[in-house]
């Protein structure tokens, strides 16, 4: 059965979805188009270029995450000084190895710039925090920038939808306005679902959702003793209220939701236990959701 899916953002949480796409493959669940924000972006241009949940578990084997954390030269010299050019930088780490190795896993495939993919299969959510709007590319490129979308790096679009504030660097983009730092696609819509309805909420297709929290009415309360994590639950408060106004009750019938518990969104550290029960999550909540799905 031909699908549309739409990922949501959340940092290494993102693994549940490849759990989550072995149930659907298993039962010969195939994406025609594919939308995300941040990590969910990152797995939809995956899978727009044509990984299957197989392919992107032996990338998972391979993997070091560390190894996607890439400092300046300045802060390996002087550890202490990634806190003082913050300022200036705007991010601790730069998000080059990230776009490398994107580009490194599309290029098998075949897949350079979004010319390379069939018109319309790949929607990915930015936030362009100069202009103050949400971006989808390759839709808005020759709209707001004056780029041409076929010439546009499917990996580069990847990273920068996933350039976390203040943890990655943000994307410069040069555009009809002059200079625009791009950002986190989760800051203005961590789950696009929206992105295939027209005007009259209209599907062309069934649409599965992924997201990697519990539904709307379920989200638990947070603690906060200190600005750290008062930062951290403004930044959810404001990712989930924005999306939360989409997610009626008639959509979360479409939403495979997959609540991690003990895994922060910037835990690149993860041990091969903590990676396969982020599988078996997605898996468990997969077939959970297909067992009362109604097409």
Same mark, same amino acid.
């Given at each position: 059965?031909?699908?549309?899916? =739409?990922?949501?953002?959340?940092?290494?949480?993102? /693994?549940?979805?490849?759990?989550?796409?072995?149930? /659907?493959?298993? *039962?010969?669940? @195939?994406?025609?188009?594919?939308?995300?924000?941040?990590?969910?972006?990152? %797995?939809?241009?995956?899978?727009?270029?044509?990984?299957?949940?197989?392919?992107?578990?032996?990338?998972?084997?391979?993997?070091?995450?560390?190894?996607? %954390?890439?400092?300046?030269?300045?802060?390996?010299?002087?550890?202490?000084? !990634?806190?003082?050019?913050?300022?200036?930088?705007?991010?601790? @780490?730069?998000?080059?190895?990230?776009?490398?190795?994107?580009?490194?896993?599309?290029? #098998?495939?075949?897949?350079?710039?979004?010319?390379?993919?069939?018109?319309?299969?790949?929607?990915?959510?930015?936030?362009?925090?100069?202009?103050?709007?949400?971006?989808?590319?390759?839709?808005?490129? #020759?709209?707001?920038?004056?780029?041409?979308?076929?010439?546009?790096?499917?990996?580069?679009?990847?990273?920068?939808?996933?350039?976390?504030?203040?943890?990655?660097?943000?994307? !410069?983009?040069?555009? !009809?306005?002059? !200079?625009?730092?791009? =950002?986190?696609?989760?800051?203005?819509? $961590?789950?696009?679902?929206?992105?295939?309805? $027209?005007?009259?909420?209209? +599907?062309? +297709?069934?649409?599965?959702?992924?997201?990697?929290?519990?539904?709307?009415?379920?989200?638990?309360?947070?603690?906060? #003793? $200190?600005? %750290?994590?008062?930062?951290?639950?403004?930044?959810?408060?404001?990712?989930?209220?924005?999306?939360?106004?989409?997610?009626?009750?008639?959509?979360?019938?479409?939403?495979?939701?997959?609540?991690?518990?003990?895994?922060?969104?910037?835990?690149?550290?993860?041990?091969?236990?903590?990676?396969?029960?982020?599988?078996?999550?997605?898996?468990? *909540?997969?077939?959970?959701?297909?067992?009362?799905?109604?097409?």
């Amino acid at each position: 059965m031909n699908i549309d899916g =739409v990922f949501s953002g959340g940092g290494v949480k993102a /693994l549940a979805f490849i759990g989550a796409l072995e149930v /659907l493959e298993e *039962q010969n669940y @195939y994406f025609e188009r594919v939308a995300g924000t941040s990590a969910g972006a990152i %797995i939809a241009s995956l899978k727009a270029a044509g990984y299957n949940a197989k392919d992107l578990n032996v990338i998972l084997e391979e993997l070091s995450f560390e190894k996607l %954390i890439d400092q300046p030269l300045s802060d390996q010299i002087f550890p202490f000084s !990634k806190w003082l050019f913050l300022y200036f930088r705007m991010g601790l @780490y730069k998000g080059n190895r990230l776009e490398q190795l994107l580009a490194k896993w599309l290029h #098998k495939k075949g897949v350079h710039t979004f010319a390379d993919l069939p018109k319309g299969s790949l929607k990915v959510v930015c936030s362009d925090v100069t202009l103050g709007r949400m971006v989808v590319f390759p839709d808005d490129l #020759k709209e707001v920038y004056g780029i041409d979308p076929r010439t546009f790096s499917v990996a580069k679009a990847a990273r920068i939808s996933a350039s976390l504030p203040y943890f990655f660097m943000p994307v !410069k983009i040069h555009g !009809k306005k002059g !200079k625009s730092l791009v =950002v986190d696609g989760g800051v203005l819509s $961590n789950f696009p679902i929206w992105l295939f309805e $027209n005007e009259h909420g209209r +599907r062309k +297709r069934p649409i599965i959702g992924m997201q990697l929290s519990d539904p709307p009415d379920q989200l638990p309360e947070r603690k906060i #003793k $200190n600005s %750290i994590q008062m930062f951290q639950a403004l930044f959810s408060t404001m990712k989930q209220a924005h999306d939360a106004r989409y997610i009626s009750t008639t959509k979360s019938r479409d939403i495979i939701f997959i609540p991690v518990k003990g895994v922060e969104t910037t835990d690149f550290y993860l041990s091969p236990l903590q990676k396969e029960r982020l599988l078996e999550i997605g898996r468990e *909540q997969a077939m959970g959701f297909l067992k009362r799905w109604s097409k």
